[in-house]
Every structure is written in C-alpha cells, then in structure tokens.
C-alpha cells in the first residue's frame, strides 16, 4: 500500500530564505510525482508535475526533485516571499494512473 | 479564476436532509474527479469520473451518489450522512482520465457541516 509523508507538518522562515519542502514515498512504483499548493479556503493549483522518467523540473523560483529509489521527492523555494506562505502538499498516483494519493502537506508560513 | 466551479461554497445540513453539491468546469476537459479533505487527514479521492462515465469509486459510502450527466457537470447527493462526513468536498477536472499524468484543475471547494 502506498503512504506519502511530508514533514515538517509546518515550517516558518523569514522573507528572503531559500527552503526545501520533503515528501516520502512507499513504494516506488509511481507514475509521476505532483506538488500543489492549497491557500486556505481554496481548492489546489498545480505547481510542478515530474514524470517517473525525470529527476526535476522547475518553474520560476521553485525546483522540485525526484529520487525513485529512495523514495524522495524535494521542492526547493529560492527567495522566499510573503506570498508563498500555504500549504504545499505532494502526491502520486498510484495502482492507477487517476488513482492519486496524497500528502499530508506543509503549511508554510514567510515571515516578513 | 480556475475554471472550475463549485456550488454552493458552505452548506449546513442535519443528519436526515437530502442536499447535493453542484460542479461545473468551463475547461473542456473529460475527466472529473470528487476529493474528501477532512481536518488533519490526507485528501482523499472519491469518485472519478472519464467521459460521463463512472471509473474509480474509491469504496465510498453509499450515502455519497455521484452523478455525472455530461463531462463538464458533476454532482455528489448526500443523504442521511454523518457527523465525521464533515469536512471540505473538493472538484477536480483534468484533461484525460490518466489524471496522475494531467494536471487537475480544481474548484475552491464546498466546506459541508453536518450537524
């Protein structure tokens, strides 16, 4: 059964900071490998999707990695702002390719 | 603006009333999905919907009825539902059905209170 962890459950940083966000996987047999960002009160947006036959993918300020083996996926934030305090959850598809599984999030806070 | 639409965005209802939650997307996309977000779990997926046609029901009770009369509608029917039913009910809409390899495009959510 496929279980996806992010941890930390939240983080706050000061304006300017570059930061990591993790996300874990239990088994290896994925698809591809999604990141969202969900503000509150709102439904998710896409940020970045990485295939199973990619290590990353990048838009704008943000960077995500995907390590198959060791079950691991990373998104990287370069100079944090304000506005991207959310909560930033992972997911994978799983057993079908709608089938999708998702984390528990990040909630994520940036200090001015 | 997402293009994809949910109705209504809050709803109260006790234990033995019948409601259901409206969602339309404006994107031309095929494939319609249901989510649960309850507080402090996972989202978790629901039904899925390809071309008006049911193809995951992710063992949902059955006081949840989906019902999908076109690819750009979906409803949930709720009926004689539970206090733990409480939570945010999200839509999504992708492309294909293969909605791990589209993007989901989703609604801003109805946030459903059972009393």
């Known amino acids: 059964k496929q279980e996806v962890t992010q941890i930390p459950a939240a983080l706050s940083v000061p304006e300017g900071e570059n930061l990591v966000l993790n996300c874990s996987f239990t088994d290896s047999a994925i698809y591809n490998l999604q990141w969202f960002r969900q503000d509150p009160g709102k439904g998710l947006t896409s940020l970045l999707l990485?295939?199973?036959?990619?290590r990353e993918q990048t838009s704008g300020r943000l960077n995500a990695s995907l390590d198959k083996s060791s079950g691991r996926s990373t998104l990287y934030i370069a100079a944090s702002q304000p506005g991207d305090s959310a909560t930033y959850l992972c997911a994978v598809p799983y057993s079908s390719a709608s089938k999708i599984i998702f984390g528990s999030g990040t909630r994520l806070s940036i200090r001015p | 603006e997402t293009g994809v639409t949910q109705t209504p965005r809050h709803l109260v209802m006790g234990m033995t009333n019948k409601k259901s939650l409206k969602c339309e997307q404006h994107?031309?996309?095929?494939?319609m999905y249901w989510y649960k977000q309850s507080a402090k779990k996972p989202l978790e997926l629901m039904f899925v919907y390809n071309f008006k046609e049911q193809t995951e029901n992710n063992s949902v009770p059955s006081r949840f009825s989906p019902e999908c009369p076109n690819s750009s509608h979906l409803f949930l029917h709720l009926h004689t539902l539970q206090p733990e039913d409480s939570a945010l009910y999200l839509c999504?809409?992708?492309?294909?059905?293969?909605?791990?390899?589209?993007?989901?495009?989703f609604g801003d959510g109805t946030r459903l209170s059972i009393l």
């Open positions: 999504a809409s992708s492309q294909g059905s293969d909605g791990g390899n589209q993007p989901q495009h």
């Open positions: 994107l031309g996309h095929n494939a």
């Open positions: 990485i295939q199973s036959s990619q």
